[in-house]
């Protein structure tokens, strides 16, 4: 177990015991902002802290890339009091799903950023991949630089706004198997994730629902009948990408029933606007110790999935089960000739 793993977790519940933000700058989470602060004359009118052209915001509104490119560019300037500014100062939480850490209030995300981010090298960067939703809920792909913690994370999460778009909820999903960090979950892992703080449109939250129905089902031709011919499928744990319905289908009838969000898991929690968001789900029980993930979804303009991209814990597995699910990608033997 590397020491840098050790010194993450160590934070995270060192943190939360205390009443105090540690958990997050152990995991990279860093919440959403205001429209407001995030415009170029909030920034300063500077050039962004971190590579311009990465960012996928083709599934969200103007509103909501503000929102984020303006958390992450106080973030990658270590400005504790800017990207702060950015939550509810009444009702805020933030929850690493991985390791089961939950942090509540503002006043614990104050104490751990202000000296965290003030002692962070100065080339710590993070940045925004892709951001789908908008201002009432919304889902972020975004890569912390090893600079941060010592090993690169990729995490995708879910952010709720209250009606004056400040963050009510953050959730982090991240892979510890792809930082090559090997995580735990403790006997005190969470029962409650906030999951009735719900602000999703009605046709993201109808596309979720029907999907991970037909998910839990087993049911490949009832889920693929939900996407676009041209439908992606990505499984950022397992490392598999797979395209378009014909092999979508194929790979769902040979893995759903091995995989964490198939029999047996349920929907807990959606986000998201007309042009998709997220859902989380909780694991099934053959995916223990595996509690939760979440999913990413980007719908056409009918309100089928075109991308759908998933993520979990896989460190939580042994070598062999991850193993086996990584094989599930690859198609069945060819007919000799």
């Not at 590397?2 to 919440?31: E, H, I």
């Not at 504790?80 to 850490?101: K, P, W």
């Not at 709720?160 to 792809?178: A, L, P, Q």
Request: with cysteine.
């Amino acid at each position: 177990m590397d020491r840098q793993g050790t010194t993450r977790r160590t934070m995270l519940r060192t943190g939360a015991m205390a009443g105090t933000a540690a958990a997050l700058g152990a995991t990279g989470v860093f919440t959403a902002a205001t429209a407001r602060a995030a415009t170029p004359a909030a920034n300063g009118g500077q050039q962004l802290p971190y590579p311009s052209g990465v960012t996928d915001t083709s599934h969200c509104t103007p509103e909501i890339a503000a929102v984020f490119r303006g958390i992450l560019t106080a973030k990658s300037r270590h400005d504790a009091a800017g990207f702060l500014s950015y939550f509810s100062r009444t009702n805020t939480v933030y929850i690493d799903a991985c390791l089961g850490v939950t942090m509540t209030g503002r006043q614990a995300l104050n104490n751990f950023f202000t000296p965290f981010l003030a002692s962070v090298p100065a080339d710590a960067i993070s940045y925004p991949l892709r951001i789908v939703g908008d201002a009432r809920s919304a889902a972020i792909e975004f890569v912390d630089t090893p600079a941060f913690f010592g090993q690169e994370i990729r995490t995708l999460s879910a952010v709720t706004f209250d009606d004056n778009h400040k963050v009510t909820r953050w959730v982090d999903y991240w892979d510890g198997r792809s930082s090559l960090i090997q995580n735990t979950i403790a006997d005190t892992y969470p029962t409650d994730f906030s999951d009735s703080q719900q602000n999703a449109h009605p046709a993201v939250a109808r596309a979720a629902r029907a999907l991970q129905t037909a998910f839990a089902a087993g049911d490949a031709a009832g889920a693929v009948a939900l996407m676009s011919d041209d439908v992606v499928h990505e499984d950022l744990a397992a490392h598999t990408r797979v395209r378009g319905t014909l092999q979508v289908q194929r790979y769902y009838t040979r893995a759903l029933g091995q995989l964490p969000y198939g029999p047996g898991a349920a929907l807990v929690h959606t986000g998201g606007s007309r042009q998709g968001g997220g859902y989380e789900w909780t694991a099934a029980p053959h995916a223990a110790p595996i509690r939760r993930g979440h999913t990413c979804l980007e719908l056409d303009g009918t309100g089928k999935v075109s991308r759908l991209t998933t993520i979990y814990d896989s460190s939580l597995l042994t070598h062999a089960a991850y193993q086996s699910l990584i094989g599930l990608s690859a198609e069945a033997p060819l007919p000799a000739r």
